[in-house]
C-alpha cells in the first residue's frame, strides 16, 4: 500500500520561508505533487514533480528526491492568505492512482 | 475550458437511510475520476477511482460503492449510512495522475 508522512503543524511569520516536507513509502511511484486546501474549500493544486530536482512556480518551489523516497514544498515570501493546509499525493499504479498524505496546517503570524 | 459540478454542498441524513452524490465533468473527456473522503482536520481517503466507463477501482473496504454510467458522471451510493459515513467528500477529476481538479464538496452529516 501507500504511506506519506507530514508534519501536522507549522508556523512561520509573515516574510519568511517556510518548507514542509513529505516523505512517502508506495509501489510503483510515478510523481509526487503538491495541493493547498483553506479551511472549509477544496484542494487546489500547485505543483508536480516527476523526476528528481527542483520545480518553482512563483513563490512556491516543490523538490524530489526518488531515491529518498523525499520531497519538500518551499514557500517563499510568506502572505497571511498562504495559512491552509497543503499536502503532498503519490501518483503510482499507472498513474491514475493519486493518494494523499495527512496534511500540513501551515500558520501565517504577522 | 473544463468544469466540475458536485451536488449537493451539505446533506444531513439519518442512520441507516440511503446516499447517492453525483458528480459530473463538464469540457473534457475520458477523464480519471476520483472519489475521496475527509474527515474534520485530516487527509483525504481515496475512496474509489475510474479510468472509464464501468471501471471502478476500490480503495477501501466498506459499506460505499461507485458507479460510472457515462463518460463524465461519477456517483457514489450506499444502501445504507453508518455514523462513520460522515465527512467531507470530495470528486476529482485528472488525466495522468499529475493535477487533479476538485469539485466544491458535499459535506456530509450522519445522525
Known amino acids: 500500500g501507500q504511506s506519506l508522512e507530514q508534519p501536522s503543524e507549522v508556523t512561520a511569520v509573515e516574510g519568511a520561508i517556510v518548507q514542509i516536507n513529505c516523505t512517502y513509502q508506495t509501489s510503483g511511484f510515478y510523481g509526487l505533487s503538491w495541493y493547498q486546501q483553506h479551511d472549509g474549500g477544496a484542494p487546489t493544486f500547485l505543483s508536480y514533480?516527476?523526476?528528481?530536482g527542483l520545480e518553482e512556480t512563483g513563490r512556491f518551489s516543490s523538490f524530489l528526491s526518488r531515491s529518498d523516497s523525499y520531497g519538500y514544498l518551499l514557500l517563499q515570501e510568506l502572505q497571511m492568505k498562504d495559512s491552509a493546509s497543503y499536502f503532498c499525493a503519490v501518483s503510482s499504479g499507472g498513474y491514475q492512482k493519486v493518494t494523499f498524505g495527512t496534511g500540513t496546517k501551515l500558520q501565517v503570524i504577522p | 475550458s473544463q468544469t466540475i459540478h458536485q451536488w449537493p454542498a451539505t446533506l444531513v441524513q439519518p442512520v441507516g437511510s440511503p446516499l447517492s452524490l453525483e458528480c459530473t465533468v463538464e469540457g473534457t473527456s475520458n477523464p480519471n475520476l476520483y472519489w475521496y473522503r475527509q474527515a474534520a482536520g485530516r487527509g483525504l481517503q481515496l475512496l474509489f477511482y475510474?479510468?472509464?466507463?464501468?471501471?471502478i477501482s476500490s480503495e477501501v473496504p466498506q459499506n460505499l460503492s461507485a458507479s460510472r454510467p457515462q463518460d463524465r458522471q461519477f456517483i457514489l451510493s450506499s444502501k445504507k449510512l453508518l455514523l462513520s459515513d460522515s465527512g467531507f467528500y470530495l470528486c476529482a477529476w485528472g488525466r495522468d495522475g499529475e493535477k487533479l481538479f476538485f469539485g466544491s464538496g458535499t459535506q456530509l452529516s450522519v445522525l
Open positions: 475510474s479510468v472509464g466507463i464501468g471501471q
Open positions: 514533480n516527476a523526476l528528481d
